[in-house]
C-alpha cells in the first residue's frame, strides 16, 4: 500500500485518480498529467539475461567483458509493476520481442526481462482492486515479430483485459474517468503497429506521438523541455537519459539508439516527449546515479512550471505558462519517496483554478 499522502492533497498514490475532485474526473483523459515509468519492465532483467533482438552487433563482442556494466545501464526501474502502480504510476512503456526455440514473448531493452504474462496480470489484479484507477499500456516496439506473433499477442490482450479495454474514440475529449468509471473500463492499449487495426478496441501510433531529443548536460535536457512544451501542441515530458560518450560507442543504456520523431503541434490524443541526458564515464557509472538522481533534482522542479490542460485553449495567457503536459514519464519513479509521481500527480490540481482551459473544447458544454 502506498499509504504515504501527498501534502496538502487528500489521497495516497495507489489511489490518486480516483480521490481525484469531481471536477477534475470530468476533464478529458488526455488533458490530465499523468506519470508513468520509462521501459518499465526492465526491473526482471539479471545477470542471467541474454541478449534480446534489439541489441545492436556490437554488445555480441562487448557483453561478455562488461556484463556488469551494461546492466547497470539497461536497467531503468527497481520496483514490478505492480508496486509501479501502488505508487501512482498509470503509464506502462513496453517493448516486447520474440526468443528462439519458444512461442512466449519477451519484454526487452537489449536483454532479455521477463515472459510477459505475469506483469500483464498484474495490471489486470491492480485495475479489479483498484475501481476509478485507469492504466495505459504503451506497446511501444515489436522486435523480432512476425505477422502470426501479432495475431497471437493481439488474441492474447483481447482475452486477458476483456470488458476492461477502453476503446478508442473519434472524440476523445469525451473520455474521461468519469466516462470510463461509468463503463468499468480501466485499460487503454496503445498498440504502435498496424496490427492494431485488427481490432477496434487499441489506440493508434497517432493518439501518442513522442520524440526523443538527445541531450549530454542538464542545461541542454532542461532547454528541450521548455522549447518542446513551447510549441503550443503539448508532449509528454520523459525524464529519462542516454549515453553518448566514446566515438565508436553511442548507445543508451541497451546500446540501441532511437530517432526523434517530429509531433504535429495539434495533436489532441496523449502526449509523449522523452527528455534524455546522456552523461559520460559509461564504464565505471551508472543509469541510477548518473542521470535519474540528476534529473530529478534539477529538471523535476522546472514541470512545475507548467499545466495540464487542452493544448489549444483559447486566449491561453503567458502567465499560464507553456503549451501542457499530458503523459510524463522517468527512470527509477520509486526514488525519494516517489517524489516524481507525487510531483506530476499535484499539477492536475492546477486546473481547477481555470476551467475555460479545461472545458474550452465543447467537454461539458
Not at 498529467?33 to 526491473?43: L, V
Not at 534489439?54 to 526501474?77: C, K, M, N, S, V
Not at 502502480?85 to 512461442?103: F, H, M, N, P, V
Not at 531493452?109 to 504474462?117: K, M, S, V
Amino acid at each position: 500500500m502506498a499509504e504515504d499522502k501527498i501534502p496538502g492533497i487528500n489521497f495516497d498514490l495507489e489511489t490518486w485518480m480516483k480521490d481525484l475532485p469531481s471536477p477534475l474526473k470530468e476533464i478529458p483523459l488526455i488533458y490530465l498529467a499523468i506519470p508513468g515509468s520509462h521501459d518499465s519492465m526492465t526491473y526482471s532483467i539479471t545477470s542471467s539475461s541474454g541478449l534480446a533482438p534489439d541489441a545492436e552487433p556490437i554488445l555480441h563482442r562487448l557483453y561478455p567483458l562488461f556484463r556488469g556494466t551494461i546492466l547497470r545501464w539497461t536497467i531503468t526501474q527497481s520496483v514490478d509493476t505492480y508496486q509501479q502502480l501502488q505508487l501512482g504510476i498509470r503509464y506502462l512503456d513496453l517493448r516486447l520481442a520474440t526468443k528462439t526455440g519458444t512461442e512466449d514473448f519477451y519484454f526487452t531493452h537489449g536483454l532479455y526481462a521477463d515472459e510477459i504474462t505475469k506483469s500483464l496480470q498484474q495490471v489486470k489484479d491492480f485495475v479489479e482492486n483498484h475501481p476509478g484507477e485507469v492504466v495505459i499500456l504503451d506497446f511501444q516496439h515489436f522486435y523480432g515479430f512476425k505477422a502470426a506473433d501479432h495475431y497471437r499477442l493481439v488474441q492474447f490482450l483481447l482475452d486477458l483485459y476483456n470488458s476492461k479495454l477502453c476503446p478508442p474514440s473519434g472524440y476523445l475529449q469525451g473520455i474521461t474517468l468519469n466516462h470510463l468509471n461509468q463503463r468499468r473500463q480501466q485499460v487503454i492499449i496503445v498498440y504502435r503497429h498496424e496490427a492494431a487495426h485488427s481490432t477496434n478496441l487499441f489506440w493508434r501510433s497517432t493518439m501518442m506521438p513522442s520524440p526523443w531529443p538527445r541531450q549530454d548536460k542538464i542545461s541542454g535536457s532542461i532547454h528541450q523541455v521548455l522549447r518542446c512544451l513551447g510549441r503550443g501542441g503539448g508532449f509528454q515530458p520523459n525524464l529519462t537519459h542516454s549515453y553518448e560518450g566514446d566515438s565508436q560507442i553511442r548507445r543508451h543504456g541497451s546500446m540501441r539508439r532511437r530517432r526523434p520523431r517530429a509531433v504535429n503541434n495539434q495533436t489532441h490524443g496523449l502526449r509523449d516527449l522523452e527528455v534524455t541526458l546522456l552523461p559520460a564515464r559509461l564504464w565505471l557509472s551508472n543509469l541510477r546515479n548518473q542521470c535519474a538522481r540528476p534529473v530529478l533534482k534539477d529538471i523535476l522542479p522546472k514541470l512545475n512550471d507548467f499545466t495540464p490542460g487542452a493544448p489549444d485553449a483559447p486566449n491561453r495567457k503567458p502567465s499560464e505558462g507553456r503549451a501542457p503536459v499530458n503523459v510524463i514519464i522517468a527512470d527509477f519513479i520509486e526514488m525519494d519517496n516517489a517524489l516524481f509521481t507525487k510531483t506530476i500527480i499535484q499539477l492536475n490540481f492546477k486546473l481547477l483554478k481555470n476551467t475555460m482551459l479545461i472545458y474550452h473544447n465543447d467537454h461539458g458544454q
